[in-house]
């Protein structure tokens, strides 16, 4: 199978504090994970990709400042939301490519700003 | 600057065939078409993928027009789970390189 992980489920923090979301592939290894956010009621958009020992590619438009994303290792992928607030809450998603199996999502992370 | 289009909505009677339609008319010649299901509040679940022929799999089948421009998810015996979003993607990309670009999708209501 094609198993993929994700770290907290649900997190409150502060504002001005910041989040990590952690992103691990349980059963294979991916060079290339990807970072999604999602607002209630709307579709799921693509934040950045993320590869395995090198920069992240982020979309037009998302502030990589803003958004930290490390990928050091094969398995794992983290997102810092650094100095958050509370525009920033939202439903975080990552996935992950498996060759043969397609992309496979974690189960998300609510994260909520106060 | 997602490249499919699909129905806001549908309803489908429970035990019946539910088939969602999608538009990809801009696609290009080795990009694939991916369909999954996002039930509120979870990550999204891999339903199918094809590239011109049309496939089956023990969820769901794919019809791919002849010319690629479209292609109908067809759940051959819809259930009250099978309520949820869906989406139709084109991969963008290279094959190992591809990210999936999220449409708006359809908001699918099975019905006692």
């Known amino acids: 199978g094609a198993v993929v992980s994700q770290h907290p489920s649900r997190v409150i923090c502060k504002s001005g504090t910041s989040v990590k979301i952690e992103c691990r592939s349980l059963?294979?290894?991916?060079?290339?994970m990807f970072w999604y956010r999602q607002f209630p009621k709307q579709s799921l958009m693509l934040m950045a990709t993320?590869?395995?020992?090198?920069?992240?590619?982020?979309e037009q438009g998302v502030e990589k400042d803003k958004f930290l994303i490390n990928h050091a290792s094969l398995t794992l992928s983290t997102l810092t939301v650094t100095s958050a607030h509370p525009e920033d809450s939202s439903f975080y998603i990552c996935?992950?490519?498996?060759?043969?199996?397609?992309?496979?999502f974690g189960s998300g992370t609510r994260l909520t700003v106060v | 600057d997602a490249k499919t289009t699909q129905p806001t909505s549908m309803d489908c009677a429970e035990g019946r065939a539910a088939n969602l339609p999608c538009n990809h008319s801009?696609?290009?010649?080795?990009?694939?078409v991916y369909w999954y299901r996002q039930i509120h509040s979870q990550g999204p679940q891999y339903i199918i993928h094809g590239l011109k022929n049309n496939e089956t799999n023990e969820m769901a089948s794919l019809i791919i027009t002849e010319d690629r421009k479209s292609s109908t998810l067809i759940l051959p015996h819809a259930t009250l789970r099978d309520t949820a979003v869906y989406y139709c993607i084109v991969r963008v990309g290279d094959n190992q390189g591809g990210k999936l670009i999220f449409g708006q999708g359809t908001e699918l209501s099975v019905k006692p």
């Open positions: 059963d294979f290894q991916a060079t290339t």
């Open positions: 996935s992950a490519r498996k060759p043969r199996y397609g992309y496979t």
């Open positions: 993320s590869n395995e020992g090198s920069k992240a590619t982020y």
């Open positions: 801009t696609i290009s010649g080795n990009e694939y």
